[in-house]
């Protein structure tokens, strides 16, 4: 709809895109509201999304790359906002990559973990979450 008082904007910066809201959609705490944010955000992507899960909402995962070691390290974090914080049970993660995976490592005792590698993606199941998990995904080198 055309105003001049838009409630989203749109636009472009560089090879990006740009997406603006006087809504704070993201702390409204009705799911409608969330589905929105979720829904804006994957009309940014120009692929499919780096990670997916599924997982449940409250568990929030971040993601750093190691250069040098040629590895990238995962964090599954369990952000439930309750008193006593119940484990989450079996939950599946997706990663698109491009690089060959060597192996995948749950940290800090280094216990290997099965995976499955091809067509452009890594998958791994998580059996349970606490509170935190960290992986560490290894790649053979590219020369």
């Known amino acids: 709809i055309a105003t001049d008082m838009p409630s989203l904007v749109l ?3 560089g090879k990006g ?3 603006w809201s006087a809504s704070t959609f993201e702390r409204n705490p009705q799911t409608a509201h969330r589905d929105v944010f979720a829904n804006l ?3 940014l992507y120009a692929d499919e999304p780096l990670l997916s899960s ?3 909402e409250f568990v929030q995962f971040t993601l750093f790359s190691d250069e040098e070691k040629n590895c990238l390290y995962l964090s599954a974090v369990n952000v439930q906002e309750m008193t006593s914080i119940l484990p989450v ?5 997706s990663l698109r990559t491009d690089k060959t995976v060597k192996e995948v490592h749950l940290l800090p005792d280094e216990t290997t973990v099965s995976f499955i590698s091809g067509e452009g993606h ?3 199941d998580v059996n349970t979450l606490d509170i ?7 790649f053979y080198s590219q020369k």
């Open 17 to 19: 895109k740009v997406l």
């Open 132 to 138: 935190l998990r960290m992986y560490r995904i290894t």
């Open 89 to 93: 049970g079996h939950f599946s993660v």
């Open 11 to 13: 636009g472009t910066v």
């Open 54 to 56: 599924t997982a449940p």
């Open 122 to 124: 890594l998958s791994f």
């Open 41 to 43: 955000v994957r009309m």
